[in-house]
């Protein structure tokens, strides 16, 4: 790539740059001295660019800078965008990592003008990828290019007059690979001989190592898929679940048998299908097809999406029209995990795809590709292994065993995320979103688009008048949903209660309110149905059956939630930090729906996590899971041996959790921490504000040259962990940073704990669950903190050679009565009680750093 004439300048600002400034890109104070005012450099960088469009990488977050001081504004190519379209798998489009792809190493990354060549370097890989695309595809990109601007517009315009690959050729789609021929069923594989010390696993397995935990654990498995029940097994970090359950799995579907596995995260979900499946099957000798399914949202559907595409409008409809449009070259499931989406295109993506009930294979047939989600369950069906998640899992079951195919044998992984997600299944959302969502499929159906260009126009506006009724009546809702909030107060939910329902001043007017919403619903259905009558095209006709029945849901969330709730159910009202209201309905206790759905219509069903238990005690667990009468529950231990690897230190003296002097003394103590080690220390909060409370006395720290991360102001869950990964930083996080987290060996050595992580009180679903209990507090509060605070200590011995330390700051553990049962919850590692001045040497000296 050449490179032709070349600008670059500092800027003095007139103030001292923040040292996150300096750290991030080297600049210092004295390389701007005697540098151009604002004024001038603009001035300047406008002359340099002349008439040429403005190419960058996230060119508009740069670009709003400079207009905002007067640079007027320029035709812009964003090569993010483009790199959307073009790589639309990309795990991520940052500028490094797209230069990484393309081969080219930056001279100096965070620097202006290396940035700007680097930003050249990737927008010449990108014309290089469009230019080999079908010129069919070309063609397609450039008629959706007027919306994105003319300097796309002109780059598609080049790419296609240099294209030459399959001008006169159909688009090719990918074929969707053969699936694995069963292999016919056998002998069982012993769990005693797979796990042998010369067994198959210990030949075949690369890296596999002999763990008496893991063995005990495969064993008790073998036992309950032979005998049949339900198992609670508790597994701790580093014992191997997954091998340990994948076993046994593949052994009953070896004999003819099916397995569904589940999990909660689509990390583990990866894991199972590309590395541990392969690799198992491959050290045991067996072909047993395996298969992934997912819910229907998840997939592409090509007959919405061949319609989405003729109707492209705005900017973010065409990128996401010519980004799955190049993704249909090459995936072979339609999966949207496939895909990274940005921005608004998540919001777009169910309008294509397969989340309608009308999807189905034949009408999907008339498109090439044909239907990805009946392919997807065609192999389930075929499979003996079946991965899911959660939330599939669990909808299947509140459909009484529609969506997964039929089984003898369940294992749920992650099974302590379970009820959380079961909450979801069960329960009721109503707001703004799920309102739009709803009545905008039916205003802008094939048959109402369609009818308002012919003779069905009268029925068509009609719709879209009625529409329009129920989205005014919709905002009343919310409105006097909003108003049951107190005026000006700080809350930001409320509870439901049958005191605040005998109130006719606060909640009549929202009963009111929903009954007239439910009327004008009424009415979207009547008129849909007059222009049904009219229309004789069999998909649209389907398309607007389909919208309309969605209705019902609008219909008996609001009967549900606000007339007519179930005594079980637990109703309340919150307000997004946008502003918006959102209704919620969840049963106050699911242990019967999960018992029924889940383990009854199977013959075994086990349950394994690494957090179950609560002081040797799985009565909490098995009751939410609804088979407290008939559970085997077992803990397996780990083979990580805590008494030496680990400590847990406690400060005897020092502030309390909500006394003014706690965030100062935490802060003090994170600095002492982090300067010791170098970094190497994750902080887990409880509550967002007193996260950046903290995070906000740290700048000494940062002064020293230890980045401090702070999450939700740092950038993303996996853009921290990536810079954390490098040395020398402290990384601040609440809720989804106490666990799922992997950072093993010396990139972490501390993990601090603000407080201990009981629930909020007053939390509606907390404080209606609570209920049930004779003391809510140790039956049910206790409980959940006392698992939660495992899965913030789990962060911290990820292998058998880690060291480290867990800093707790909350010393209500050695302070209060029920601090016993905490700490026995918690691995057996040494507690240290010390001074709060002595808490950070303690650690170093632990670690070898002091």
Not at 250 to 259: Q, T
Not at 634 to 654: E, M, W
Request: charged share 25%; glycine share 8%; with cysteine.
């Amino acid at each position: 790539m050449n490179v032709g004439e070349r600008f670059s300048t500092f800027v003095d600002p007139g103030v001292d740059l923040h040292p996150a400034i300096t750290r991030l890109t080297g600049i210092r104070d004295e390389d701007l001295r005697g540098a151009p005012p604002p004024a001038i450099a603009l001035g300047q960088l406008a002359a340099f660019i002349g008439p040429a469009a403005v190419v960058g990488h996230n060119v508009g977050f740069d670009l709003a800078f400079l207009q905002a001081a007067g640079l007027p504004a320029p035709d812009r190519l964003d090569t993010v965008e483009l790199a959307s379209m073009l790589m639309p798998s990309a795990p991520t489009y940052a500028l490094q990592s797209l230069a990484a792809a393309a081969g080219i190493t930056p001279d100096a990354a965070h620097r202006a003008l290396a940035d700007a060549i680097t930003c050249a370097g990737v927008l010449a890989d990108l014309a290089a990828r469009a230019r080999v695309l079908p010129i069919a595809v070309l063609e397609e990109a450039l008629a959706y290019a007027p919306l994105l601007g003319p300097a796309f517009v002109a780059f598609f315009a080049e790419a296609a007059s240099g294209a030459v690959r399959g001008a006169w050729d159909d688009v090719a789609l990918a074929r969707p690979t053969e699936a694995m021929a069963p292999s016919p069923p056998s002998a069982a594989i012993a769990v005693d001989v797979a796990f042998a010390h010369d067994g198959p696993l210990s030949r075949g397995l690369e890296g596999f190592e002999e763990r008496t935990e893991q063995r005990e654990l495969a064993r008790a498995i073998e036992l309950t898929m032979r005998d049949g029940g339900p198992l609670v097994a508790e597994a701790g970090t580093g014992v191997g679940k997954s091998l340990a359950y994948l076993v046994p799995a593949l052994a009953r579907a070896g004999e003819g048998e099916r397995v569904i596995v589940s999990t909660h995260t689509l990390p583990l979900q990866d894991q199972l299908m590309r590395k541990d499946l392969p690799a198992v099957q491959g050290a045991l000798g067996t072909r047993v097809p395996v298969t992934v399914l997912k819910g229907r949202t998840n997939y592409l559907c090509p007959r919405r999406w061949q319609q989405f595409r003729g109707l492209a409008q705005t900017r973010e409809e065409a990128r996401l029209a010519l980004k799955t449009l190049i993704w249909r070259l090459s995936t072979t499931t339609g999966d949207r995990s496939e895909l990274n989406l940005l921005g608004a295109e998540s919001d777009l993506w169910p309008r294509i795809s397969a989340d309608d009930e009308t999807c189905d294979a034949r009408r999907c047939a008339r498109v090439a590709g044909g239907c990805y989600l009946q392919r997807a369950r065609e192999d389930a069906a075929r499979s003996g292994i079946v991965v899911t998640n959660h939330a599939l899992l669990l909808q299947d079951a509140r459909m009484r065993g529609a969506l997964l195919p039929a089984a003898e044998h369940l294992v749920v992984d992650e099974a302590h995320r379970l009820e959380e997600v079961a909450t979801d299944a069960f329960g009721i959302t109503f707001d703004d979103r799920v309102v739009r969502r709803a009545l905008d499929r039916v205003a802008h159906a094939p048959a109402v688009t369609a009818g308002l260009r012919d003779e069905r126009v009268e029925e068509a506006e009609r719709i879209r008048q009625e529409v329009a009724s129920a989205q005014a009546r919709a905002s009343e809702v919310f409105a006097a949903l909003a108003a049951v909030l107190e005026p000006g107060a700080l809350e930001d939910r409320r509870r439901v209660t049958g005191g605040l329902r005998a109130s006719d001043e606060r909640w009549l007017p929202v009963e009111l309110a929903g009954e007239r919403f439910v009327e004008a619903v009424a009415g979207v259905g009547t008129a849909a149905e007059r222009l049904l009558l009219r229309t004789t095209d069999e998909d649209e006709r389907t398309d607007l059956e389909s919208a309309a029945s969605e209705l019902s849901y609008l219909r008996s969330a609001v009967t549900r939630a606000i007339h007519t709730p179930r005594q079980s159910d637990i109703v309340w009202l919150e307000r997004r930090q946008e502003g918006d209201m959102v209704l919620r309905v969840a049963p106050s206790h699911l242990g019967e729906a999960i018992r029924r759905g889940l383990v009854e219509p199977r013959r075994s069903t086990v349950f394994t996590s690494a957090t179950l238990a609560v002081a040797g005690s799985f009565a909490f667990a098995t009751d939410r899971f609804g088979i407290a009468d008939l559970a085997d529950a077992r803990a397996f231990g780990s083979p990580f041996d805590y008494a030496t690897q680990a400590i847990l230190v406690v400060p005897n003296d020092g502030a309390l959790p909500g006394s003014p002097e706690f965030a100062d003394e935490a802060a003090a103590t994170i600095s002492d921490i982090g300067h010791a080690l170098e970094g190497r220390t994750l902080v887990l909060f409880t509550a967002h504000g007193s996260m950046r409370d903290v995070a906000s006395r740290l700048g000494p720290l940062e002064e020293t040259g230890i980045t401090v991360l702070t999450q939700g102001i740092d950038g993303s869950r996996r853009a921290l962990l990536e810079r954390f990964a490098k040395g020398r930083t402290v990384l601040l996080g609440t809720q989804s940073f106490w666990e799922g987290i992997d950072l093993p060996g010396e990139m972490l050595e501390c993990v601090v704990i603000a407080r201990l992580p009981f629930a909020v009180p007053d939390d509606p679903l907390v404080q209606g669950r609570s209920e049930r209990y004779e003391d809510p507090f140790r039956e049910f509060h206790l409980p959940q903190a006392a698992l939660r605070l495992r899965q913030g200590f789990g962060r911290l011995i990820r292998t058998k050679t880690d060291r480290g330390a867990v800093v707790l700051l909350d010393r209500r553990v050695l302070l209060r009565d029920y601090g016993g049962e905490l700490l026995a919850s918690l691995p057996d590692a040494r507690v240290r009680r010390v001074p709060m001045t002595e808490v950070a040497t303690t650690v170093a000296q632990f670690v070898g750093r002091g």
